[in-house]
């Protein structure tokens, strides 16, 4: 059996990919406390978490069929 590991972190590159969002809107939503902000690794490196960005993903499907706005 495969464990699926919570740790995996991905760069904008793949944020992009996942979401079909430009740069510009992933960070507005950011701002706007609407998408999960990316973890700092150093000066000038971030990633996301792979599973806060599914889990977020998951939002979207749930209120798309019914869930919570």
């Given at each position: 059996?495969?464990?699926?590991?919570?740790?995996?972190?991905?760069?904008?590159?793949?944020?992009?990919?996942?979401?079909?969002?430009?740069?510009?809107t992933?960070?507005?939503?950011?701002?706007?406390?609407?998408?999960?902000?990316q973890?700092?690794?150093?000066?000038?490196?971030?990633?996301?978490?792979?599973?806060?960005?599914?889990?977020?993903?998951?939002?979207?499907?749930?209120?798309?069929?019914?869930?919570?706005?």
């Amino acid at each position: 059996m495969a464990i699926m590991n919570t740790n995996i972190l991905i760069k904008l590159p793949a944020v992009k990919e996942l979401t079909t969002f430009s740069s510009a809107t992933i960070y507005r939503l950011i701002s706007e406390g609407e998408f999960p902000k990316q973890i700092k690794l150093a000066k000038r490196s971030s990633a996301w978490s792979l599973e806060e960005i599914y889990s977020w993903i998951e939002e979207k499907k749930d209120s798309r069929d019914g869930g919570e706005s």
